[in-house]
């Protein structure tokens, strides 16, 4: 296991996520409501339900609005939502996964197509770039969890795979599969997560310089805007100069 900085491709998302506290809300809402509809609408029944209520929880999302997303699954007038994943690539040859919930292919489709399109990009075909990532679980705990060696003797412990620790955090992972179990594991060890759920991780990198940043940091800004997508992932590397030139 191998302990070091996390990819500096989750440092945009991080500061964002106070100033669209109602976006974010809807979007774990979407989630709760397709978790609930796939399986038992109970947490202790259904594990993908119990890890969107946990992702929720840790959002500061209120019981209220999680009650009434799984309920909203419960209503035979709900919407139906299906999960869609779109690839391509951004600005500087930077492979992109984006994660969508729809209830309108159509539109989600045509959305995703011209984001890409107007920064720089272009949409590509299912597995596109697809095969460039490792899907594997991925759990959050705030840097304030423990020092660096107790969160890595923790995670060996519980079975996963990789920590990786810096000031924004521990980022643990594991293979897809084992992730609940070592989600469970770790709970038991250090208290709940701030998020527990399934990533794209990048196999190789691609690095970009400011220019190229700046394109591609709208284009996965506006894609994240966007109310059908859930989630966005990317391979790009970048210096801390040009990285600290974006954040001016």
Not at 117 to 137: L, Q
Not at 165 to 194: P, Q, R
Request: hydrophobic letters at 40%; zero cysteines.
């Amino acid at each position: 296991m191998a302990g070091h900085s996390h990819a500096k491709n989750v440092m945009h998302r991080k500061g964002k996520s106070d100033a669209v506290r109602s976006k974010i809300f809807s979007k774990l809402a979407r989630e709760i409501t397709v978790a609930a509809k796939m399986g038992m609408p109970d947490p202790a029944f259904n594990s993908r339900l119990r890890l969107a209520v946990t992702n929720a929880r840790a959002q500061s999302m209120p019981k209220d609005n999680i009650d009434r997303a799984i309920k909203k699954a419960i209503g035979s007038d709900g919407e139906n939502f299906e999960e869609i994943r779109y690839e391509g690539y951004g600005p500087g040859g930077v492979a992109l996964i984006v994660e969508t919930l729809t209830d309108n292919r159509n539109r989600t489709a045509s959305n995703v197509r011209s984001y890409f399109s107007k920064n720089g990009g272009a949409m590509g075909e299912t597995n596109s770039v697809g095969f460039m990532f490792d899907k594997v679980g991925e759990i959050v705990y705030p840097a304030s969890a423990g020092t660096e060696d107790a969160i890595m003797e923790a995670a060996i412990e519980a079975g996963a795979d990789d920590v990786e620790s810096s000031e924004d955090g521990h980022y643990i992972t594991t293979t897809f599969e084992a992730m609940v179990d070592v989600a469970a594991a770790l709970e038991a060890a250090l208290g709940e997560a701030e998020s527990v759920k399934a990533v794209w991780k990048p196999q190789t990198n691609t690095p970009i310089d400011a220019d190229k940043g700046a394109t591609l940091m709208k284009l996965i800004a506006t894609l994240e805007e966007d109310d059908d997508v859930q989630n966005v992932y990317s391979n790009f590397e970048m210096s801390d100069e040009d990285m600290a030139k974006l954040e001016v």
